[in-house]
C-alpha cells in the first residue's frame, strides 16, 4: 500500500480575513468594556500650583477605584480655596491641600543650611526640626522648636543637578515669633538643624553655662 503524502493546506487569503476578524473583535470587545469602567474627575496640579493662590488645574478622568479618590480636591473647593502648600506639576490636588483664604495658622519661612544638613538628616515634607543659633555672645540656643518641614531645595532640584551648583534651604511653618526669632538669629551666624520628628520637646533652650553666666552679670549691674 503506497503512502500519500499530505501537504499542509495553503494559507489562504480567507484564513487571513478570519484571523483579522478575530483581532478586531477582541479590540473592540475591549475599548467597550474600558469606556464603561467608571471614572472619576480628577485636578492636576500646574507650575501655577504656588502656596497662598488659586490657579486653574489641568482636568482629567482616573478610575473610580483609584486609591485616595475620595480625599481628591473637588471643583468647589478649587474656585474658593488656596492651597496650603506648593505642589510639584502632574500630582493630584487633595482636599487637605487646601484651606479657606486667609485662614492659616501658620506662615512659611525659609532657611538656608549647608546641603549636608538636608541629606544628612534624610529631611522631607512633614519631618520635625529644631533650630539652633547664637545670642550676641556667641551662646548657642534654640531659636526655634518643633517646626515642621514644609519643603526642602532638595525636592525642588531636577534630576542630575548638582549640589553645588544651588543655595540650599529649607521651609518650615512658623508663627509670626517664631519668623523673628529666626531672622535675628541669622544675624548672629549660620543656623544649624536638629531632626526632631518624633522627639519629646526640649528640656534645655540655652547651655547651662551661658545661662549662669547671664544671671551673674545681671546681678553684678543691681545697684
Known amino acids: 500500500m503506497s503512502l500519500t503524502n499530505r501537504l499542509p493546506a495553503r494559507f489562504t487569503l480567507a484564513h487571513g ?4 476578524a478575530g483581532l478586531m473583535t477582541f479590540v473592540l ?7 464603561n469602567r467608571e471614572t472619576v474627575v480628577a485636578y492636576f496640579a500646574t507650575d501655577q500650583a504656588v502656596a497662598g493662590r488659586t490657579f486653574t488645574p489641568e482636568v482629567d478622568r482616573v478610575p473610580a477605584d483609584t ?3 475620595q480625599f481628591f480636591a473637588t471643583e468647589d473647593e478649587l474656585r474658593n480655596k488656596v492651597l496650603v502648600r506648593t505642589i510639584q506639576s502632574g500630582q493630584i490636588i487633595m482636599s487637605s491641600d487646601l484651606v479657606p483664604k486667609g485662614s492659616l495658622s ?5 532657611i538656608p543650611v549647608e546641603d549636608y544638613h538636608i541629606q544628612g ?3 522631607t515634607r ?26 526642602t531645595s532638595a525636592s525642588s532640584v531636577p534630576e542630575g543637578l548638582g549640589a553645588g551648583s544651588r543655595d540650599t534651604y529649607i521651609t518650615v511653618q512658623v508663627d509670626d515669633a ?3 526669632q529666626l531672622a535675628l538669629g541669622q544675624k548672629n551666624g549660620p543656623l544649624h538643624l536638629v531632626r526632631s520628628t518624633g522627639a519629646s520637646p526640649v528640656s534645655v533652650v540655652v547651655v547651662p553655662e ?3 553666666s547671664a544671671d551673674e552679670t545681671a546681678e553684678g549691674n543691681q545697684p
Open 126 to 151: 512633614n519631618d520635625r526640626v529644631d533650630v539652633v543659633g547664637f545670642d550676641d555672645d556667641d551662646n548657642p540656643l534654640y531659636l526655634a522648636t518643633d517646626l515642621v518641614v514644609d519643603s
Open 121 to 123: 538628616l534624610g529631611l
Open 67 to 69: 486609591p485616595g479618590v
Open 178 to 180: 517664631q519668623a523673628l
Open 106 to 110: 501658620f506662615r512659611t519661612f525659609a
Open 17 to 20: 480575513l478570519m484571523i483579522l
Open 210 to 212: 551661658a545661662a549662669a
Open 29 to 35: 470587545v475591549n475599548r467597550a468594556l474600558s469606556d
